[in-house]
């Protein structure tokens, strides 16, 4: 069992930065990629950035790559979303998510584990 929450989210102006943290509890945190998601006002959830079980596998959604930094520290059991650059567009609640592939499957169907979001809003 993993419980997943994540924190640091909030309004920022377009160009400023946040870094979203995602807290699990379990004993096999390192078991699970994690993966965040996002739900923009009237949208679909999508995906947005992936970190692999041991941490040296990455992948991101085309709109935030170059902008966004995902890592984990196993130890602490943290996954951190550092997100630059912030655009009106990333406006969203972002979600954490864990399953237990080795690298991640990035599909909403596929998690196991969420927690329950946090909302970042970047005014223009």
């Known amino acids: 069992q993993v419980q997943l929450v994540e924190s640091g989210g909030g309004l920022v102006q377009a160009g400023g930065s946040l870094r979203l943290s995602c807290a699990a509890s379990?004993?096999?945190?390192?078991?699970?990629?994690i993966n965040w998601f996002r739900r923009a006002p009237g949208k679909e959830r999508e995906f947005v950035a992936v970190?692999?079980?041991?941490?040296?596998?990455?992948d991101y959604v085309a709109a935030v790559k170059g902008r966004f930094t995902i890592s984990r520290n196993n130890t602490k059991q943290t996954v951190t979303l550092q997100m630059n650059s912030l655009k009106p567009e990333d406006t969203a609640v972002y979600y954490c998510?864990?399953?237990?592939?080795?690298?991640?499957?990035?599909?909403?169907?596929?998690?196991?584990?969420w927690g329950k979001g946090t909302l970042v809003t970047v005014a223009s």
């Open positions: 970190i692999s079980r041991a941490g040296t596998i990455t």
């Open positions: 998510a864990a399953d237990q592939s080795v690298t991640g499957l990035k599909r909403a169907d596929g998690m196991e584990y």
């Open positions: 379990g004993r096999t945190f390192s078991s699970y990629a």
